[in-house]
Nanobody, 115 residues
């Protein structure tokens, strides 16, 4: 089992920044890929950003140029740096880890962007 704990969410004014953290219970080298997803009320959960074991990254068009995903192997943690936040970024942000034959999800952290 892989446990994921997200943190760093909160309330921020439009144009501000937040950095989300996702701490994994296993060494990052065992995880094939990790990603950040978000879900707003009444909306489908969507991929925001992902990073593979090799370091390749992928971003949703809506966040390109504003968000950056990164990882720290020593701390078994992935990050999502969110800049120039917009009200439409408001959602619960979830961390996902892809391991052999299994996907694991964190409980999510709320991000609210006010105008």
């Amino acid at each position: 089992q892989v446990q994921l704990v997200e943190s760093g969410g909160g309330l921020v004014q439009a144009g501000g920044s937040l950095r989300l953290s996702c701490a994994a219970s296993v060494s990052i080298f065992r995880i094939n890929a990790m990603g950040w997803y978000r879900q707003a009320p009444g909306k489908q959960r969507e991929l925001v950003a992902a990073i593979t074991r090799s370091g390749s990254t992928n971003y949703a068009d809506s966040v390109k140029g504003r968000f950056t995903i990164s990882k720290d192997n020593a701390e078994d943690t992935v990050y999502l740096q969110m800049n120039s936040l917009k009200p439409e970024d408001t959602a619960v942000y979830y961390c996902k880890a892809a391991v052999v034959l299994h996907d694991y999800w964190g409980q999510g952290t709320q991000v609210t962007v006010s105008s």
